[in-house]
């Protein structure tokens, strides 16, 4: 398993099994200017970040623009050998703005 491919697993496990609710009311805020109707956004459903829709075999289409997210990411210092967090952003997307990958639209 590549580096990127673990990546991969701890970003869908985070997406899917996360318990912070930070971020919510920028999600709802930011796809609700975008048209999406409140009903239909559903974070951790169908709302996820570039390389988790990739992971789930949907490519983001050309010329979409997601909402950016607060994230805590987490790393094993090299000189310490300890569990560090930091912050850091992402950007999500709605399934709406996706398509199954490998398709032409």
């Known amino acids: ?3 990127q491919d673990i990546e991969t697993a701890e970003a869908m496990h ?3 099994h996360g318990e912070s609710m930070a971020n919510y009311p920028a999600i ?6 975008m048209g999406i109707p409140t009903a239909d956004i559903r974070p951790r459903e169908n709302i996820f970040t570039y390389r988790v829709w990739r992971a789930k075999g ?9 909402i950016k997210v607060v994230t805590i990411k987490r790393y094993t210092d090299k000189k310490t050998g300890k569990e560090v967090s930091r912050p850091g952003g992402a950007t999500v997307f709605h399934i709406s703005q996706t398509q199954e990958a490998g398709t032409d639209e």
């Open 1 to 3: 398993m590549t580096t």
């Open 14 to 16: 985070r997406a899917e």
């Open 28 to 33: 709802f805020e930011g796809f609700e200017n």
């Open 58 to 66: 949907r490519q983001v289409m050309k010329g979409q623009h997601g």
